[in-house]
């Protein structure tokens, strides 16, 4: 699908419906079923991560702060960034989680507050992408110059790499999970490439 704008970062609202943000302070509101945009919203600044919950889009604008807006883009509440330049965002029941681009991820309260935070060292993780959560509140990030997918526990104290380029990765970029049916999507970003894993809980 062509659209008029570059897509930057997407989030689903619906099975038939998706919000992508764009380079030109735009989201787009796309029907996939149809191939139609439905509605345009304008934005106050540069769009950067965006993520759908509870009727309302949480969207990251110009990297400093969150708008939290309804579908028709009218803005309820404004959350700053909890730190510097932030890029990603996703939001699941209670929390919100942002990344940087570089070793630092974020997990706050919806109004904002921090609750835990995760400074990796340079060897460990180097350059954070995208980030998307699990029923349980764990966080799974892609690194795109260690060619890995890591997650860090709900408690923000343990983290593991779950996939490597043994897996397939190589220069990983995009990652959703499916929390109804436990698969994680994760693309590449150059070769076109995108792989589904079944995340296996331990009993």
Known sequence: MS????PYYITEIDSNTVAVSCNDSTILII???TR???STINTSGHCWGI?????????????????????????IRTIPAPSGPIYDITVDRDRLVCIDYTTSIYCCS?????????KFKKDEI?????????????????????DTVVVVFDDGNHYRE??????????????????KENILLVSNLYDG????????KKP
């Not at 659209?3 to 570059?6: C, E, P």
């Not at 919806?110 to 995760?118: E, K």
Request: no cysteine.
């Open 3 to 6: 659209l008029s704008y570059t």
């Open 193 to 200: 490439k995108a792989f589904l894993f079944e995340v296996r």
């Open 36 to 38: 139609s945009i439905t």
């Open 162 to 179: 779950l996939l490597t380029e043994s897996d397939g990765l190589d220069e990983p970029w995009g990652i959703y999970l499916d929390k």
């Open 110 to 118: 919806l109004d904002g507050t921090l609750i835990w935070y995760v």
């Open 51 to 75: 993520s759908y919950n509870d009727n309302n889009l949480y969207v990251v604008i110009d990297r400093s702060i969150i708008h939290v807006m309804d579908l028709t883009g009218k803005v």
């Open 31 to 33: 029907n996939i079923s």
């Open 126 to 146: 180097q350059d954070l992408r995208r980030v998307t959560t699990d029923d349980e509140g764990n966080v799974y990030v892609t690194d795109y110059e260690k």
